[in-house]
């Protein structure tokens, strides 16, 4: 069984600067990709960012693209999400996830991953 909690979220003023953290307990995550997906309200969730187990490939969604960065800790059980230039459209409620592998495939597929964490709340004030 594995818990992630997400922590980092919180208010900010447009242009503003935010870093997710995703920490894993029950399982080391070093072997497999993992993933950022967000959910904003009445909106259904979205793929954000991934990256390998390695942290060797990272892929991002377009609307991201430039802005965040998705890395990992050095002993590969915590993952980063860096968010610059933040926009009011990036409010939501960020989750990361664990892949069901250690490569990034479907990366934008909720299907994809096996466990979730809770979420944190992102909010960027106009």
């Known amino acids: 069984q594995v818990q992630l909690v997400e922590s980092g979220g919180g208010l900010v003023q447009a242009g503003g600067s935010l870093r997710l953290s995703c920490a894993a307990s029950?399982?080391?995550?070093?072997?497999?990709?993992m993933a950022w997906f967000r959910q904003a309200p009445g909106k259904e969730r979205e793929y954000v960012a991934a990256i390998s187990w390695n942290g060797g490939t990272t892929s991002y969604a377009d609307s991201v693209k430039g802005r965040f960065t998705i890395s990992r800790g050095n002993a590969g059980n915590t993952v980063y999400l860096q968010m610059n230039s933040l926009k009011p459209e990036d409010t939501a409620v960020y989750y990361c996830?664990?892949?069901?592998?250690?490569?990034?495939?479907?990366?934008?597929?909720?299907?994809?991953?096996?466990?979730w964490g809770q979420g944190t709340q992102v909010t960027v004030s106009s």
């Open positions: 029950g399982r080391t995550l070093s072997n497999y990709a």
């Open positions: 996830a664990k892949s069901k592998t250690n490569l990034l495939r479907l990366v934008n597929l909720a299907v994809t991953y096996d466990y």
